[in-house]
């Protein structure tokens, strides 16, 4: 290259096909960090991506909702197939105030699965591609899945029961991810989620059923503030949110100078 064809000093280096060095060598928006593929992103990546979107949404609505489940246990369970409405629902039928709960515990344990699949999508699509972006919120996230991951890949099958043990785990998540990622069908995986999640809600009903009556009295405090709690809630998730986003672009900012 001739000195007047010499980019100046400072200046990126044309290559001749309209592309400069800097440019070419810059990753693209979908290589980084925070993406769970390792590949160009196509329609169903998006799609499923999305749907955690959905959730996310759909459990912060939640939140503030929870104060009006003493009141309508039933519906709550059939719309979200809870474990704690399913036993509110128990204790208000043990006193004779809920006489079609046979068909809240069937329609609860079909709706307690209505996200699971979007788990199971996303390690079918990227492997451990979603467990990999939520452990790298913080070191002791990081710590949690790789326990949890390490249970999952023990106890196979079995980890579709024990995930619904209500542990300081996400064990639960990553069981679902495991079982995409590992070529496990949703058919399969359907079938596995559902008896495992019907047993857990038949025993929450029943503990609610053998404790009735008082129950029923704790969750009338409980009404009275529940209400304030969920609005904390919202605000604390809200609040935590914003000030992880903002460290993440201090970070990034300062990685950059």
């Given at each position: 290259?001739?000195?007047?064809?010499?980019?100046?000093?400072?200046?990126?280096?044309?290559?001749?096909?309209?592309?400069?060095?800097?440019?070419?060598?810059?990753?693209?928006?979908?290589?980084?960090?925070?993406?769970?593929?390792?590949?160009?992103?196509?329609?169903?990546?998006?799609?499923?991506?999305?749907?955690?979107?959905?959730?996310?949404?759909?459990?912060?609505?939640?939140?503030?909702?929870?104060?009006?489940?003493?009141?309508?246990?039933?519906?709550?369970?059939?719309?979200?197939?809870?474990?704690?409405?399913?036993?509110?629902?128990?204790?208000?039928?043990?006193?004779?105030?809920?006489?079609?709960?046979?068909?809240?515990?069937?329609?609860?344990?079909?709706?307690?699965?209505?996200?699971?699949?979007?788990?199971?999508?996303?390690?079918?699509?990227?492997?451990?591609?979603?467990?990999?972006?939520?452990?790298?919120?913080?070191?002791?996230?990081?710590?949690?899945?790789?326990?949890?991951?390490?249970?999952?890949?023990?106890?196979?099958?079995?980890?579709?029961?024990?995930?619904?043990?209500?542990?300081?785990?996400?064990?639960?998540?990553?069981?679902?991810?495991?079982?995409?990622?590992a070529g496990m069908s949703l058919k399969r995986f359907l079938f596995y989620d559902y008896v495992a999640s019907t047993i857990w809600l038949v025993f929450y009903f029943w503990?609610?059923?053998?404790?009735?009556?008082?129950?029923?009295?704790?969750?009338?405090?409980?009404?009275?503030?529940?209400?304030?709690?969920?609005?904390?809630?919202?605000?604390?998730?809200?609040?935590?949110?914003?000030?992880?986003?903002?460290?993440?672009?201090?970070?990034?900012?300062?990685?950059?100078?």
């Open positions: 290259m001739s000195e007047q064809q010499k980019p100046a000093d400072g200046e990126p280096e044309d290559r001749g096909d309209g592309v400069t060095s800097d440019e070419s060598t810059e990753p693209e928006w979908w290589e980084s960090d925070g993406m769970p593929w390792k590949k160009k992103p196509g329609k169903a990546d998006y799609a499923c991506l999305a749907w955690f979107g959905v959730i996310a949404v759909f459990s912060l609505i939640l939140l503030p909702l929870r104060a009006f489940i003493p009141q309508f246990p039933d519906i709550f369970a059939m719309v979200t197939g809870g474990r704690t409405s399913v036993a509110l629902s128990g204790a208000v039928a043990s006193v004779g105030q809920m006489g079609h709960w046979p068909v809240v515990l069937f329609v609860a344990s079909l709706t307690s699965l209505k996200f699971d699949w979007v788990y199971w999508w996303a390690g079918k699509l990227w492997g451990r591609g979603m467990i990999e972006v939520w452990a790298s919120n913080s070191k002791r996230a990081a710590r949690n899945y790789a326990r949890a991951e390490r249970w999952a890949e023990k106890l196979g099958p079995l980890g579709f029961f024990i995930a619904y043990i209500p542990i300081p785990l996400p064990l639960m998540q990553v069981v679902f991810v495991l079982s995409g990622a503990l609610g059923w053998r404790f009735g009556a008082p129950v029923v009295d704790v969750l009338e405090i409980y009404a009275r503030y529940a209400g304030y709690v969920a609005i904390a809630l919202v605000v604390f998730i809200i609040v935590s949110t914003f000030m992880a986003q903002s460290k993440k672009e201090k970070a990034r900012k300062a990685g950059r100078a």
